[in-house]
């Protein structure tokens, strides 16, 4: 059985593989009839214990282009707001006859659980699991990058095959909470590129220091000196802050002074520099007005790229299996 869990567990052929994949479903969607063949007859099932609204339309609109049958289930006003375990939850979805399940969960570990408990036969794509991983925001940010900038800086060159060697990209933000930076510190250096964590100190991971990055404290300086090809911001979670975001920085003003990407920021990248967010933004404070609708912004494409990339893995989990090795896709 082949899961999609965590990008740590890619090799630098099956992330390329998947781009690649990713491409050819992106080009089908250009057509007047969108839809595939290709997963007649199997189940998808979107399995989501945490509120989300881009990622699951995403799963669910790749699942259906490839003709799969969906079906959606919210842990609020099912039997799991009544106790029921996630052991339970996995078993009548085994019943059911699903062929993948598609899991955001709020515990770290989760879906790799419902992979590897033998509870469920059927591969497991993680959408999203506490603060530990969030494999397909990781590649459609990769692909989304690839597509503007693959080549810039002397890599594998523009289409099938290409990595992201010799790119640098920035991510700014709060990466303490955020399952999509270490989702993508993981890809972007399996595929060559190199990357800067760039926050404030009481919003880095104890343990950073292993991850394959460097580490800044200072977002001017980084601009500056790294010229990062492409600038990833990344949201406040501060639902995720116990107590509220006091504890990590002193004011949203204060944030936004030294860690927001602004119209001033935004005119000190270099000319072909692109900017990404994962959403959803809060305007006005990781990211100003003028720097998320600028011409820079790919925002709204890495959306759009999320369907090609979902399509791309459910693909390769479900009808794909000669295309990829290991027990992990």
């Known amino acids: 059985m082949k899961h999609l869990l965590s990008t740590a567990d890619l090799s630098k052929d099956e992330a390329v593989l998947l781009l690649d994949t990713a491409a050819q479903?992106?080009?089908?969607?250009?057509?007047?009839?969108?839809?595939?063949?290709t997963l007649r007859g199997r189940t998808v099932v979107n399995l989501f214990f945490e509120d989300s609204t881009r990622?699951?339309?995403?799963?669910?609109?790749?699942?259906?282009?490839?003709?799969?049958?969906?079906?959606?289930?919210?842990a609020k006003g099912s039997s799991v707001s009544k106790g029921e375990s996630l052991k339970d939850t996995a078993l009548t979805l085994h019943a059911m006859g699903a062929d993948a399940v598609v899991v955001r969960h709020w515990a770290s570990g989760a879906p790799y659980q419902l992979a590897h408990a033998g509870w469920l036969d059927a591969g497991v794509l993680n959408a999203g699991d506490g603060t530990h991983q969030h494999?397909?925001?990781?590649?459609?940010?990769?692909?989304?990058?690839?597509?503007?900038?693959?080549?810039?800086?002397?890599?594998?060159?523009?289409?099938?095959?290409?990595?992201?060697?010799g790119l640098k990209v920035a991510i700014v933000g709060d990466v303490l909470h955020s399952r999509v930076a270490r989702a993508n510190v993981a890809l972007l250096h399996t595929l060559g590129a190199e990357v800067t964590l760039v926050a404030p100190p009481t919003l880095v991971p104890v343990g950073v220091e292993t991850w394959?990055?460097?580490?800044?404290?200072?977002?001017?300086?980084?601009?500056?000196?790294?010229?990062?090809?492409?600038?990833?911001?990344?949201?406040?979670?501060?639902?995720?802050?116990?107590?509220?975001?006091?504890?990590?920085?002193?004011?949203?003003?204060?944030?936004?002074?030294?860690?927001?990407?602004?119209?001033?920021?935004?005119?000190?990248?270099?000319?072909?520099?692109?900017?990404?967010?994962?959403?959803?933004?809060?305007?006005?404070?990781?990211?100003?007005?003028?720097?998320?609708?600028?011409?820079?912004?790919?925002?709204?494409?890495?959306?759009?790229?999320?369907?090609?990339?979902?399509?791309?893995?459910?693909?390769l989990l479900m009808a794909g299996e000669d295309s990829a090795e290991g027990n992990d896709l």
């Not at 479903?25 to 063949?37: D, G």
């Open 25 to 37: 479903m992106a080009a089908t969607q250009s057509r007047e009839i969108k839809k595939l063949p």
């Open 55 to 74: 990622t699951r339309i995403s799963f669910e609109t790749a699942a259906k282009r490839l003709s799969a049958d969906v079906i959606n289930f919210s």
């Open 135 to 165: 494999p397909t925001q990781a590649l459609l940010d990769a692909y989304t990058i690839r597509r503007h900038l693959v080549g810039l800086r002397g890599g594998a060159g523009e289409g099938v095959g290409a990595d992201l060697a």
């Open 212 to 315: 394959p990055c460097a580490v800044s404290y200072h977002l001017d300086q980084t601009l500056a000196e790294f010229q990062p090809d492409a600038v990833m911001m990344l949201r406040v979670q501060r639902e995720r802050m116990s107590g509220g975001a006091g504890g990590f920085f002193p004011s949203p003003l204060e944030y936004t002074r030294y860690y927001g990407l602004d119209a001033r920021r935004l005119a000190r990248l270099a000319d072909h520099a692109i900017v990404l967010h994962p959403g959803p933004m809060n305007r006005g404070l990781e990211i100003s007005a003028e720097a998320a609708d600028s011409d820079r912004a790919v925002i709204v494409e890495q959306v759009a790229n999320g369907v090609a990339v979902r399509m791309a893995a459910l693909y």
